[in-house]
């Protein structure tokens, strides 16, 4: 897994590559838990490169958005490819985080 | 750094030279071990392993066998493997340290020799000697603990499955490491009427047993009506949502009532249920609308309830994701497809053989790479 962060016009996007599993997701908490360091309201998860995702990492996307939500806060994971998407429907978490279709609709969600 | 060392610790001196060997011993007397001293190789490797000393310093040329051949030999007997050695010599070529090194030793200092150094660097190889007996300790301490509470965790399984009038029942339950977040359970209930509830705490070891305990001991203590899977559900999460933060538990009940042979199945974030339907000869992935899982927070929606008729013949499956997203060396995952062709496969009827087949074919697929995750599988085959 490749995790990379940046912070554009009070959105903090948070991209994430490869698989975010047990092996991986300590590193993504970690990188998820400094990029909310200071004040940001906004959060977005580029997951258009992600290829896997399990009960672990879901347990890292699920923290950020109870996070976001103490902090009244809005988040929104992006361009979830049909793998990925299939996980979140099974496993109900599309009920407790907005996805959107594509980084670009996720701004707007986030504007 | 500081010297923490005591006198139960002990070095071992290996030198053919009085001399020199009187000159170590002088230069190590104040640091607080006990000083041992060999003046040939032989006798080294015969109180290395006897006395089992903290730390070697040994010369590399002497007569009989040299210092290489005395780490050979010490790193290959598993009971003086793990004595740090420092190798000691006059030998000051890159290629005899790297060679010193590559059998196995920690350090190398060359002569003419400053006492200072020795006795620093001594230093610093029995804190860290020390330092790794700490951590082994502790993590055979930890491997302890986490036996018992996998002795305890198998003890909230059900001992064995009941013999249903018309449904006859398999399961296999393996944990991927010695404690595991995986449970399934079965009640009985009047008219032969039965519960089946199958959960799976995210992660693995300590944290995930705590919680699979936690839902049996609710599951087991349920007040309300077991005929009514959303509200079992819904008790069970209004519970952990106290507990579980930050992980959480995927779970799904299912009653069935074995005079009508109907389930009634509510899901919170699990694997959706297979059906094998003996009429079609085609197992399907049963479409069960779902909540997220128990222990994030209180459900605001009406937790949906999907009801099912069997017929006979038919296998209704439920199953935790350790066993789909079980990985072959390449990293592939064994996935639902595959689980749906082994669901179908000809078994007369028997459950065990079901299982059995499902299980062979997912460790032919994992080949040597080991289960990172616990896999749980329930099995029920309605009969005549």
């Known amino acids: 897994m490749e995790i990379t962060q940046k912070e554009e016009n009070g959105i903090v996007t948070i991209a994430i590559i490869g698989r975010l599993d047990a092996d991986s997701s300590p590193e993504a908490e970690k990188v998820v838990k400094e990029s909310l360091g200071g004040q940001t309201t906004r959060l977005l998860f580029n997951l258009s490169a992600l290829e896997y995702l399990s009960s672990a990492g879901l347990r890292v996307l699920l923290s950020a958005a109870k996070e976001m939500r103490r902090r009244e806060g809005k988040i929104v994971l992006c361009a979830l490819n049909e793998f990925v998407k299939e996980i979140f429907e099974v496993s109900g978490f599309q009920s407790l985080i907005p996805i959107a279709d594509s980084v670009e609709s996720g701004i707007e969600i986030l504007s | 750094m ?3 060392n005591t006198a ?17 011993f002088q230069t190590l007397d104040g640091i607080g071990c006990k000083l041992l001293i060999a003046k040939n190789g032989e006798i080294a490797i015969s109180i290395a392993d006897k006395a089992l000393p903290d730390l070697i310093l040994l010369d ?9 051949e005395v780490c050979r030999q010490l790193k290959s007997n598993a009971a003086t493997s793990g004595i740090p050695v420092i190798f000691l010599s006059a030998l000051g070529d890159t290629e005899d340290k790297v060679k010193g090194l590559q059998l196995g030793a920690v350090d190398y200092i060359t002569k003419p020799f400053q006492p200072d150094e020795v006795i620093a660097r001594v230093n610093t190889h029995l804190t860290i000697h020390r330092l790794k007996r700490e ?15 996998s002795a305890v965790q198998r003890k909230l399984l059900p001992k064995q499955l009941p013999v249903i009038d018309g449904f006859k029942l398999a399961v296999h ?8 977040g995986d449970y399934y359970d079965i009640i009985e209930l009047p008219d032969n009427c039965w519960g089946f509830l199958m959960a799976d705490a995210e992660g693995h070891s300590a944290p995930a047993a705590v919680l699979m305990a936690m839902t049996c001991a609710l599951f087991r203590s349920y007040p309300g009506s077991a005929a009514d899977p959303a509200e079992v559900l819904h008790y069970l999460n209004e519970h ?6 930050p992980s959480f538990m995927t779970a799904l009940y299912a009653y069935y009532d074995a005079n009508t042979q109907t389930m009634r199945i509510a899901r919170a974030g699990h694997p959706l249920p297979m059906i094998f339907s003996h009429s079609d000869k085609k197992a399907i992935e049963l479409p069960c609308p779902g909540v997220y899982p128990l222990g994030i927070e209180p459900y605001e929606i009406e937790i949906p309830v999907t009801e099912t008729k069997l017929e006979q013949g038919d296998r209704f499956l439920i199953y935790t994701d350790g066993l789909t997203e079980r990985f072959d060396m390449g990293g592939k995952t064994y996935g639902e497809a595959r689980l749906l062709r082994l669901l179908a496969t000809d078994s007369a009827d028997d459950p065990r053989g079901v299982i059995s087949a499902i299980m062979a074919d997912v460790v032919q697929f994992a080949g040597e790479r080991p289960a990172d995750d616990d ?10």
């Open chain 2, 173 to 180: 339950y393996e944990t991927s490491r010695y404690a595991g």
């Open chain 2, 60 to 68: 590399i040329m002497m007569p009989g066998i040299d210092g290489y």
């Open chain 2, 240 to 245: 952990l949502c106290k507990v579980a933060d």
């Open chain 2, 8 to 24: 139960t610790e002990s070095i071992l001196l290996v030198d053919d030279n009085p001399t020199n060997l009187q000159v170590l």
């Open chain 2, 2 to 4: 500081e010297n923490k």
């Open chain 2, 135 to 149: 951590v082994e300790s502790q993590k055979d301490q930890l491997e302890h603990e986490l036996e018992v509470v």
């Open chain 2, 375 to 384: 896999q749980a599988l329930l099995l029920g085959i309605v009969q005549p």
